[in-house]
């Protein structure tokens, strides 16, 4: 579906992280942080822009004025858990709020303005679609994830060498498996099916993404 595109690399990753912390009091710096959130992440298409995106800010200002409105680790696992239904991943991992509160505790340290501390309740609208974007391009929660978050490092205590910004070319049989069903599964969608699919993932997630 080459309309609707996205993507979060680590170019994307340290964009948003250098973005100025901001605090959002109103609907109009909500719709901002998000436009400028998706621009680095390349986010176009009819969809995503013109659905996604104004709920998307919605939820964030939702998120800002009541911290309750943060969306659980758990919710992330089950959104994770049903794409990897929905795309047919031969042998997928199938995570836990616990999982996801290991992958975020990692990222945090490495990215604090985008992956919120194991210290908060949750995350942010935005911040949960990014990890839960993650959480697919890897196909799980990575080991070396894991094994870092077991030394429990503090948000922003480690600084990612150029060295170590490279993708891996050659990703296990489980992260291909992931990665080949996600491409093969967009290609085949409509632009119904991913109003389809983002209504699912809204509901998955609950109302911080626009359900009632």
């Known amino acids: 579906m080459a309309s609707e595109q996205g993507y979060v690399n680590i170019r994307s990753l340290q964009g948003i992280n250098s973005l100025l912390p901001i605090q959002i009091t109103s609907l109009e710096e ?11 992440c390349g986010v176009q298409g009819p969809v995503l822009r013109g659905e996604l995106l104004p709920r998307l800010a919605k939820a964030e200002l939702e998120a800002a004025q009541d911290p309750s409105q943060l969306i659980p680790d758990d919710r992330v696992a089950d959104a994770f858990n049903f794409l990897s239904e929905e795309f047919r991943v031969p042998h997928p991992q199938r995570l836990t709020g616990t999982d996801v509160l290991q992958f975020r505790t990692a990222m945090a340290a490495i990215y604090p303005l ?24 890897n196909g799980g929660v990575p080991e070396g994830a894991k094994k870092f978050a077991q ?24 992260v291909r498996e992931f990665r080949i069903a996600s491409m093969n599964y967009f290609r085949g969608l409509n632009e119904s099916g991913m109003h389809s699919l983002l209504e699912s993932i809204a509901r998955i997630m609950a109302y911080q993404l626009g359900c009632e």
């Open 151 to 174: 030394r429990d490092p503090r948000p922003g205590s480690f600084k990612v060498r150029a060295a170590r910004s490279t993708v891996d070319r050659n990703p296990d049989l489980a």
């Open 114 to 137: 985008v992956f919120s501390g194991k210290d908060v309740p949750g995350s942010r609208p935005t911040q949960a679609l990014i990890m839960l974007h993650q959480l697919i391009f």
């Open 30 to 40: 909500a719709e901002s942080y998000v436009e400028r959130v998706a621009d680095l």
